[in-house]
RNA sequence: UGAGUUUGUUAUACGGUCGCGGGGCCUUUAAGGCAAUGAGGAAAGUCCGAGCAGCGUAGGACAGGGUGCCUGAUAACGUCAGGUGAAGGUGACUUCAAGGAUAGUGCAACAGAAAUAAACCGCCGAAACGGCUUGGCUUUGUCUUGAGUACGGUUUUUUAACCGUCGCCCAUUUCGGUAAGGAUGGAAAGGCGAGGUAAGAGCUCACCGAUAUCACGGUAACGUGGUAUGCCAUGUAAACCCCACCUGCUGCAAGAUUGGGUUUUUAUCGUAUAAGGUUGUCCGCCUGAUAAAAACCGUGAAUAUCGCUCGAGCUUGUCGGUGACGAUAAGCCUAGAUAAAUGACCGUACACGACAGAACUCGGCUUACAGACAAACUCAAAUU
RNA sequence: GGCGCUAUAGCCAAGCGGUAAGGCCAAGGUCUGCAAAACCUUUAUGCCCCGGUUCAAAUCCGGGUGGCGCCU
């Protein structure tokens, strides 16, 4: 499914402090409904040099490609995700799963 | 075979499905398709050097900063190459911010007699003084004569005592000579041996070292040999400094294009012997500057577009050079994002994959790094 | 991305070539019937880490690590 990126520091704003939250053990969740589906990634320096943030990145978004089907509306997303010794593909889309199912997207 | 030194290459590979970035081509008018392409040796640290850009001036002097054996390479460098010297290693080889301490200034704690300077102890010579038993003076020995069984007189059993004279030794004080020795210290006035001397001293000599100078070799740093020497004297210049050379400042968040400019009013400083700017100071040079409010137009301003990737470029060959490197011929175009692109799954192989992700671009340095491979050389042992 | 500053005891910090001031805290003691206050005593094996210069380095020089700030 094709989304957009959400790229203005306004729009960051906007859903930091309006967004809905939804949490599971490796990932926290900000969306809001809007007009198309958008999606941005947040990830701080405390994970690590340049090598593992890109790392997070790429397995963030590649679960989000192949979860945003299961969705039924069109949202503004932001990921967060939490700091942990090893990251993996699964448990990435497990999780994003769960909280999609929880929060009746 | 083992141990090692130096240099270089490489940094999982291949196939399939679904995806991502910027271009190209095609279909078509907002999307789709096609075949290519897409992180590194360090992309890192930002430690140097350049390009490039800006600074209403970049000009001079000083200050400040940097470099520091020699010759070369280079666009340039604090880099590299070749050499010299010193240090380390049996050796291959490695390491070195390696100018000047006799231009001047500063510093050298503690310890030590004394710290940059010759005072003290000591050793030696001369003179004076005469000493709780009048200090002592035959030899040998006990723990060592340092120096007189000296001469004359008196007493007396006596080689013993006393008095006088001359000489000598020791001690004390004063004057002078001396730098051999004095537990320290990082450093103590070239080292060591012999001669010499009252005691000593490069005072003299041999050897070693240092300095100066001459000759020869080398482009040079420097080396080799000869001669001379009042050996006039520590270390520190990654302390100030001196000498030689280099240096304007800021950095792509630089900057440019499109777009917000025009008019009016007010205030402050100043109106040319002044004020401001010129990124520390002076000379020189340049010029009005700053702030606020109102009206019209416009609304995207870190976010658009450019800068932005064809460049001191890469690959291969030939030639010159010991080498860094240069010349030349042919071929190639090889990321360009901007909330920021390389991922997921499956299969095969093995050694089971280290450090690590471009952000204007190059040349270096430094730091991180599982391993694998190649070449040259050294040492040790064994065999032929 | 670029440019700077900084690191000293548990905390705040001075020192900037000669062997780590001071304050708070902590521990022990004196005082007290017991406390508080007051007074006295004690704590850095070395100044973020690794090399170098020097007789000697927290200090000077080079490299690294962590923290903080500025430039839109």
Redesign the pocket.
């Known amino acids: 499914m094709?989304y957009l990126?959400?790229?203005?520091?306004?729009?960051?704003?906007r859903l930091f402090q309006k967004g809905k939250r939804a949490f599971s053990p490796s990932l926290t969740m900000l969306y809001r409904p809007s007009d198309k589906m958008r999606m941005?990634?947040?990830i701080g320096?405390k994970h690590?040099?340049?090598?593992?943030?890109?790392?997070i990145?790429?397995?963030l978004?590649?679960?989000f490609?192949?979860t945003a089907d299961q969705m039924k509306g069109t949202y503004s997303v932001?990921l967060v995700p939490k700091v942990a010794e090893t990251y993996?593909?699964?448990t990435y889309?497990k999780h994003l799963q769960c909280m999609i199912k929880k929060e009746k997207l």
Do not use: M, P, Y
């Not at 203005?8 to 704003?13: I, R, S, V």
């Not at 690590?48 to 790392?55: A, D, E, L, T």
């Open positions: 094709k990126r959400i790229k203005k520091q306004g729009d960051f704003q941005a990634i947040s320096k690590g040099k340049s090598v593992r943030r890109n790392r990145k790429r397995l978004r590649e679960a490609r192949l932001i993996t593909f699964e889309q």
